[in-house]
């Protein structure tokens, strides 16, 4: 695209890239939390007999889940972070994202 002018607000660009960050922190802490929490209630044996099972189930899909979540937002924090670093070293039509260095 000859002429074409090709524009980026680092600051702007770097700001969602530290609240993708955050956001895997985030993630990562409800994790932590849901463990100890639904952790600390098996240790009861009546909740564990009865309820303990579902209690398993449950704190697995948010292991999983919060898991997932924070790797995506990593990713996406690192993408911004590399288009920024791209943007500056004059490559403004994204060949380190299709294998093209």
């Known amino acids: 695209m000859a002429g074409s002018v090709v524009q980026m607000d680092y600051e702007v660009i770097g700001d969602v890239s530290k609240g993708f960050t955050e956001r895997s922190q985030q993630s990562k802490i409800i994790g932590q939390v849901t463990n ?21 189930q449950i704190n697995q899909a948010v292991q999983k889940k919060t898991k997932e979540l924070s790797q995506l937002c990593d990713e996406f924090a690192k993408d911004l972070k590399e288009a920024i670093k791209d943007h500056k070293n004059g490559d403004f039509e994204g060949k380190s994202y299709f294998g093209n260095r």
């Open 36 to 56: 100890t929490i639904i952790t600390a209630l098996l240790a009861n044996p009546l909740v564990s007999m009865t309820i303990g099972p579902l209690l398993r």
